[in-house]
């Protein structure tokens, strides 16, 4: 079974539920098929990943309102992209489908309340990651600011950018790709800031960053990375490596000091520490990114 039919098979037995009341896939080129499902009475956003399909979980509530577009962008910042290019499954009240015309029709007065509101989420979370480095800090500390540097980019910031086009992100393992050709000519200092911000290097950063993962339990993210190499996709790989790292070897990184040599090794590899700026660095890098969004550089 592909991970579409999967995707279709989860959808099935979620439909009849009571408390689910909108479904819609969001596919992307080498990424799992994600299902947005959205539940009536949900009071905190879940994910999960369940028979090769990811589900992000939202309160349905979001969609009815007063400003739902609003309760959107405080919830996620990716979520209405995602709604924006999703394909619907299921909608029987039709409020999944109305938001989703609105989306991909924004109005200027929309694009700038998004663009406002990712800006204002970037600086405080920024503030937050900065917050624990002091002078001397040690590796854990500097390596954090760099992940965190990086989720804000990715979550908020070139979101931000791609309003001025307009245009939405993709959850798609293409991601630089599509930013450079996106908005790359409009803005490209902005989006210059990338290959800084990832250590970006060709096929040969792309092949050290999948070597990097073994043993290190992050075998669909290198499976996904894998099938993008092959298509020549090597900074995609690159950024997808780096993001699933992130996302889970967290706790690796806090507690650095405890770790073996071989498992550092990796990690510094995987998250590119050699090849990209760390804590206070790279926390700067992104004040920078911040004010060349803002202005549109």
Not at 13 to 31: I, N, Q, S
Not at 169 to 175: T, Y
Not at 220 to 237: I, S
Request: net charge neutral; proline share 6%; glycine share 8%.
């Amino acid at each position: 079974m592909d991970e579409s039919q999967a995707l279709e098979r989860v959808a099935e037995r979620l439909m009849p539920e009571r408390r689910v009341r909108a479904l819609a896939e969001v596919d992307g080129f080498g990424t799992p098929p994600t299902l947005l499902v959205f539940e009536r009475g949900l009071t905190v956003p879940r994910q999960e990943t369940a028979e090769g399909v990811q589900r992000q979980h939202f309160a349905f509530e979001l969609l009815e309102g007063a400003e739902p577009l609003a309760a959107l962008h405080q919830v996620s910042g990716e979520l209405p992209g995602l709604i924006a290019q999703g394909r619907i499954i299921y909608d029987p009240s039709a409020n999944l489908g109305k938001m989703q015309r609105v989306l991909r029709s924004p109005s200027p007065e929309t694009l700038a309340e998004r663009r406002f509101t990712l800006l204002t989420e970037a600086e405080t979370r920024l503030n937050t990651a900065e917050r624990p480095l002091t002078v001397g800090s040690g590796v854990a500390a500097q390596l954090l600011a760099l992940m965190d540097a990086r989720t804000i980019a990715a979550e908020c910031l070139y979101p931000a950018l791609l309003t001025y086009l307009p245009a939405w992100p993709s959850a798609d393992i293409r991601l630089p790709h599509l930013w450079r050709a996106q908005a790359g000519m409009r803005y490209p200092l902005a989006v210059y800031h990338l290959d800084a911000l990832y250590g970006f290097g060709g096929e040969t950063e792309a092949r050290r960053a999948l070597l990097a993962t073994r043993g290190l339990n992050l075998v669909d993210a290198e499976k996904h990375a894998r099938a993008a190499v092959q298509a020549g996709y090597y900074d995609g790989a690159v950024q997808y490596l780096r993001h699933a790292a992130a996302r889970r070897t967290r706790a690796d990184v806090e507690r650095w000091t405890y770790l073996g040599s071989a498992r550092q090794d990796k990690l510094a590899t995987l998250l590119g520490a050699g090849v990209s700026p760390l804590g206070p660095v790279a926390i700067s890098l992104c004040r920078t990114l911040i004010e060349d969004v803002r202005v549109g550089r």
